[in-house]
């Protein structure tokens, strides 16, 4: 995984928008105006900040050194991933894929039909 495929991938979701709200060196995505990926264009070693069940939040955290709590964010809701190499990059999509699914699932009825309608 690097910048470029996390950014095709997020933009692949339904109802997703990429914007710049913190100045140009972090890439912000949302799905109905709902954060639900960060990550930071500045840094060496490249990393995103994604949604997660606190559940799963600490699973993860608890099996995979490069799953820390969110950097700025609430870190029970939040894991920050650092792409080294050690994760595979499908599960990394999963994880961003879950992200969205989170967020998408806390917006109106009427916002997801008419997002599933678009991609229809």
Not at 2 to 13: D, G, Q
Not at 41 to 68: G, I
Not at 75 to 92: D, R
């Amino acid at each position: 995984m690097n910048v470029e495929s996390l950014r095709e991938y997020c933009l692949s979701l339904p109802g997703t928008s990429e914007s710049l709200p913190f100045g140009p060196d972090t890439l912000v995505f949302k799905v109905g105006g709902k954060v639900f990926l960060l990550t930071p264009l500045d840094e060496l070693r490249m990393q995103f900040n994604a949604k997660c069940d606190p559940e799963k939040a600490e699973e993860l955290r608890s099996t995979y050194d490069d799953v820390q709590p969110g950097y700025h964010m609430n870190k029970k809701h939040w894991n920050t991933v650092y792409v080294t190499g050690s994760i595979p990059s499908e599960l990394l999509f999963q994880w961003v894929k879950d992200s969205y699914d989170l967020v998408f699932a806390s917006l109106s009825k009427k916002e997801r039909e008419a997002m599933e309608q678009e991609k229809a």
